[in-house]
Nanobody
Framework: QVQLVESGGGLVQAGGSLRLSCAAS????????MGWFRQAPGKEREFVAA???????TYADSVKGRFTISRDNAKNTVYLQMNSLKPEDTAVYYC????????????????????WGQGTQVTVSS
């Protein structure tokens, strides 16, 4: 079982930056593929970014060039650095984990993931 705890959300003006963190429990974090998703009111949960167990990453087109996903396996933590934030980035952000046995795969849909955090609110004012 893996427990995920997000932090770092808040209120920021358009053009500003935030860094989200997701701390994971367990001794096999390095073998997990990790993802960030977001959900705005009245909308479905959508893919933001993913990082494989071997460090490769991929992004939604809407955040490419502005967001960076990274992981620190020594700290059992995955990060989402968000720059040049826009009001349309406002949502609850969730991290997710999937055992991937060092396959190097990414996962793009919520149903692919086995574990979820509780979410952290990001609000971008115009």
């Amino acid at each position: 079982q893996v427990q995920l705890v997000e932090s770092g959300g808040g209120l920021v003006q358009a053009g500003g930056s935030l860094r989200l963190s997701c701390a994971a429990s367990g001794r096999t974090f390095s073998s997990y593929a990790m993802g960030w998703f977001r959900q705005a009111p009245g909308k479905e949960r959508e893919f933001v970014a993913a990082i494989s167990s071997v460090g490769g990453n991929t992004y939604a087109d809407s955040v490419k060039g502005r967001f960076t996903i990274s992981r620190d396996n020594a700290k059992n933590t995955v990060y989402l650095q968000m720059n040049s934030l826009k009001p349309e980035d406002t949502a609850v952000y969730y991290c997710a984990a999937k055992p991937s046995f060092y396959s190097g795969r990414y996962y793009y849909t919520p149903s692919d993931y086995d574990y979820w955090g509780q979410g952290t609110q990001v609000t971008v004012s115009s």
